[in-house]
């Protein structure tokens, strides 16, 4: 369960830089991702999964991460 939360609120953190420092970006992002195609998002989808993926182990294995997660 704490795992879950902390990977949870990683995504927040994530997000609300997003929104935060680039706040003006999100339509014309929102609109080039509408352009491309099924395949090519689905494959974005998959790399960001795999590299978020590796960074979890990564910081797992380096000791960060929830206690006792």
Request: glycine share 14%; with cysteine; charged share 10%.
């Amino acid at each position: 369960m704490a795992l879950i939360l902390w990977l949870i609120g990683a995504a927040c953190v994530v997000e609300g830089l997003v929104l935060a420092l680039a706040p003006s970006r999100i339509p014309q992002l929102l609109a080039l991702i509408a352009a491309m195609e099924v395949s090519q998002r689905r494959l974005i989808g998959l790399a960001a999964l795999a590299a978020g993926v590796g960074l979890l182990w990564l910081a797992r294995s380096l000791g960060f991460g929830p206690v006792g997660g």
